[in-house]
C-alpha cells in the first residue's frame, strides 16, 4: 500500500486529505437542512425545498465565481477565502435562531463551498498534471470518504443538539482553512498562471479562450443533465420506495453499498481505463451504464432491483464525476483552468438543484414508470452531447494522455 501511494505527489496527497477534512465539515450540514427547518423550526416542507434551492443557488454562484479568482489569484487565497466564509456561517447557525438569519447563513455557506470546489480541482490538476484522470479520481475519493463520515457524525450531533452539529462543522471548517493557509505552501501550490506556465511548457500552444468557446458549454450541459437524472436517487427513489414499503434503514443500506463499490471498486474501474484509455470514453461508458441503472427502476418492485440499480449507478458516476473535471482540464486554454472548472462545477450544482423540482414534478403528475423512462432519456440527451462535445475545442488543445494513470492502481 505504501508502494501505491508513493505513486503520488506529496502534494496531492496534502491535497486529498484537506478535502477529506473538508467535505466531512460540509457533509455535516446537507442532510439536516430538512430536518432542521421543518423539526426544529417548525416550518412547512415546502420551506425547507426553498432552503435547498437557494443553497443550491448560492452554490452555483460560488462555483462561477471560484474558477476566475483561482486564475487571478491563486489557489491558496481563493480557497481561503471559501473556507472562513463557511465556517463563519457555520458558527452563525450555531448562534441564531430563525429562518432568516437560517436562511442568510446557508447563501454564505452556498457561496463559500461553491469558491473551494473549483479551485481544488484545478489544483489537482496542477500539482499532478500527467496524472490527469488519477488526480480528479484521488479528489473525488476522497470526498466520498468525507460525505461518508460527514453524514454520519452529523447525524449523530444532531440527535444531542442542532447547536452542537453547526459548532462541530465550523471547527472542522476553520481547521481547514488553518491547513490552506499554512499547509499548502509547497512550490507546487505556487500561483495558478506560473504553474499553468510550467505545466503546459512541454505542450503544443493553445490559442486563447474563454467564455465564448462552445466545447466547455456542451461538457458543463452534459454533466448538468447527468446530475439532473442522477439526483433522483437522492429525492423521489427514496420516497418511492417507501411507498412501496422498504425502510428508510434499507434506503440507507443502498448509500453504504454506493461508498463500499466506490472504494472496492477501484480495480475495476482500473482495468476499464486501461482499456478505454481516452477520457470521452470513458465518460460515455458511464453514461451507457447510467441508462441502463435507471432501467432497472422501470418496472422495480424488489430491493433487488434497487440494489442492481445503485451498482450501477456507482460504476457510472466513478467514470463521468472524475472524468468530467480531466476533460475541462485538457481543453483549458492557458490560464484559465480555474475558469473551466468553474464551468463544470457550476453545471453540477445547476443539475442537482434543478434534478429534484424535475423530479418531483413527474413523480407527483405521472407514475413512477414515466418518472424513470424521463430520467433515462436525460441520460441518453446527455450522451449525445458528450459525445459531440470535443468536435468543437479551439485549436491547439492538449492531447489526449494514451495511459493516464488512476487513483491507486498505477505507479509513475
Given at each position: 500500500?505504501?508502494?501505491?501511494?508513493?505513486?503520488?505527489?506529496?502534494?496531492?496527497?496534502?491535497?486529498?486529505?484537506?478535502t477529506?477534512?473538508?467535505?466531512?465539515?460540509?457533509?455535516?450540514?446537507w442532510?439536516?437542512?430538512?430536518?432542521?427547518v421543518?423539526?426544529?423550526?417548525g416550518?412547512?416542507?415546502?420551506?425547507a425545498?426553498?432552503?435547498?434551492?437557494?443553497?443550491s443557488?448560492?452554490?452555483?454562484?460560488g462555483?462561477?465565481?471560484?474558477?476566475?479568482?483561482?486564475?487571478?489569484?491563486?489557489?491558496?487565497?481563493?480557497?481561503?477565502?471559501?473556507?472562513?466564509?463557511?465556517?463563519a456561517?457555520?458558527?452563525?447557525?450555531?448562534?441564531?435562531?430563525?429562518?432568516?438569519p437560517?436562511?442568510?447563513?446557508?447563501i454564505?455557506?452556498?457561496?463559500?463551498?461553491?469558491?473551494i470546489?473549483?479551485?481544488?480541482?484545478?489544483?489537482?490538476?496542477?500539482?499532478?498534471?500527467?496524472?490527469?484522470?488519477?488526480?480528479?479520481?484521488?479528489?473525488?475519493?476522497?470526498?466520498?470518504?468525507?460525505?461518508?463520515?460527514?453524514s454520519?457524525?452529523?447525524?449523530?450531533?444532531?440527535?444531542?443538539?442542532?447547536?452542537?452539529?453547526?459548532?462541530?462543522?465550523?471547527?472542522?471548517?476553520?481547521?481547514?482553512?488553518?491547513?490552506?493557509?499554512?499547509?499548502?505552501?509547497?512550490?507546487?501550490?505556487?500561483?495558478?498562471?506560473a504553474?499553468?506556465?510550467?505545466?503546459?511548457?512541454?505542450?503544443?500552444?493553445?490559442?486563447?479562450?474563454?467564455?465564448?468557446?462552445?466545447?466547455?458549454?456542451?461538457?458543463?450541459?452534459?454533466?448538468?443533465?447527468?446530475?439532473?437524472a442522477?439526483?433522483?436517487?437522492?429525492?423521489?427513489?427514496?420516497?418511492?420506495?417507501?411507498?412501496?414499503?422498504?425502510?428508510?434503514?434499507?434506503?440507507?443500506l443502498?448509500?453504504?453499498?454506493?461508498?463500499?463499490?466506490?472504494?472496492?471498486?477501484?480495480?475495476?474501474?482500473?482495468w476499464?481505463?486501461?482499456?478505454?484509455?481516452?477520457?470521452?470514453?470513458?465518460?460515455?461508458?458511464?453514461?451507457i451504464?447510467?441508462?441502463?441503472?435507471?432501467?432497472?427502476?422501470?418496472?422495480?418492485?424488489?430491493?433487488?432491483?434497487?440494489?442492481?440499480?445503485?451498482?450501477?449507478?456507482?460504476?457510472?458516476?466513478?467514470?463521468?464525476?472524475?472524468?468530467?473535471?480531466?476533460?475541462?482540464?485538457?481543453?483549458?486554454?492557458?490560464?484559465?483552468?480555474g475558469?473551466?472548472?468553474?464551468?463544470?462545477?457550476?453545471?453540477?450544482?445547476?443539475?442537482?438543484?434543478?434534478?429534484?423540482?424535475?423530479?418531483?414534478?413527474?413523480?407527483?403528475?405521472?407514475?413512477?414508470?414515466?418518472?424513470?423512462?424521463?430520467?433515462?432519456?436525460i441520460?441518453?440527451?446527455?450522451?449525445?452531447?458528450?459525445?459531440?462535445?470535443?468536435?468543437?475545442?479551439?485549436?491547439?488543445?492538449?492531447?489526449?494522455?494514451?495511459?493516464?494513470?488512476?487513483?491507486?492502481q498505477?505507479?509513475?
Amino acid at each position: 500500500m505504501s508502494r501505491l501511494w508513493a505513486a503520488y505527489p506529496r502534494a496531492l496527497l496534502v491535497l486529498v486529505l484537506s478535502t477529506v477534512v473538508m467535505v466531512t465539515g460540509f457533509s455535516m450540514l446537507w442532510p439536516l437542512v430538512t430536518l432542521y427547518v421543518h423539526s426544529r423550526l417548525g416550518l412547512p416542507m415546502s420551506w425547507a425545498g426553498g432552503v435547498l434551492l437557494i443553497q443550491s443557488a448560492a452554490n452555483l454562484g460560488g462555483n462561477i465565481l471560484g474558477g476566475p479568482l483561482f486564475d487571478r489569484w491563486g489557489g491558496r487565497p481563493a480557497i481561503l477565502t471559501g473556507a472562513v466564509a463557511a465556517a463563519a456561517a457555520a458558527f452563525g447557525m450555531a448562534a441564531t435562531h430563525g429562518i432568516y438569519p437560517y436562511l442568510a447563513m446557508t447563501i454564505v455557506l452556498g457561496v463559500g463551498t461553491g469558491l473551494i470546489y473549483p479551485s481544488i480541482n484545478a489544483y489537482a490538476a496542477q500539482v499532478w498534471p500527467e496524472g490527469r484522470r488519477a488526480a480528479f479520481n484521488a479528489i473525488y475519493v476522497a470526498s466520498n470518504v468525507g460525505v461518508a463520515i460527514g453524514s454520519m457524525i452529523g447525524g449523530l450531533l444532531a440527535q444531542v443538539h442542532f447547536w452542537l452539529a453547526f459548532t462541530v462543522t465550523g471547527l472542522l471548517l476553520l481547521l481547514y482553512g488553518i491547513w490552506v493557509a499554512f499547509g499548502l505552501r509547497s512550490p507546487a501550490f505556487g500561483h495558478a498562471l506560473a504553474g499553468d506556465r510550467h505545466t503546459e511548457a512541454s505542450h503544443t500552444p493553445r490559442q486563447p479562450a474563454g467564455l465564448w468557446q462552445l466545447a466547455p458549454w456542451l461538457l458543463a450541459l452534459g454533466l448538468f443533465l447527468d446530475w439532473t437524472a442522477y439526483v433522483q436517487w437522492q429525492t423521489t427513489i427514496a420516497v418511492h420506495m417507501q411507498v412501496l414499503g422498504f425502510s428508510i434503514a434499507r434506503y440507507s443500506l443502498l448509500w453504504t453499498l454506493n461508498g463500499i463499490i466506490i472504494l472496492v471498486g477501484q480495480p475495476l474501474v482500473g482495468w476499464v481505463t486501461r482499456r478505454l484509455p481516452r477520457v470521452k470514453q470513458q465518460i460515455l461508458l458511464g453514461n451507457i451504464l447510467f441508462m441502463l441503472s435507471f432501467a432497472f427502476l422501470v418496472r422495480a418492485g424488489s430491493y433487488a432491483a434497487f440494489v442492481g440499480g445503485m451498482t450501477l449507478s456507482t460504476l457510472g458516476e466513478m467514470l463521468v464525476w472524475p472524468g468530467i473535471p480531466s476533460a475541462a482540464d485538457r481543453m483549458a486554454p492557458q490560464g484559465r483552468r480555474g475558469l473551466y472548472q468553474g464551468i463544470v462545477s457550476g453545471a453540477a450544482s445547476t443539475g442537482r438543484a434543478v434534478g429534484p423540482l424535475v423530479g418531483g414534478i413527474l413523480y407527483d403528475r405521472a407514475p413512477t414508470q414515466v418518472l424513470f423512462s424521463v430520467m433515462i432519456a436525460i441520460f441518453a440527451l446527455g450522451f449525445v452531447v458528450l459525445s459531440v462535445h470535443d468536435r468543437f475545442e479551439a485549436p491547439g488543445r492538449k492531447p489526449p494522455s494514451p495511459a493516464e494513470p488512476l487513483f491507486l492502481q498505477q505507479e509513475r
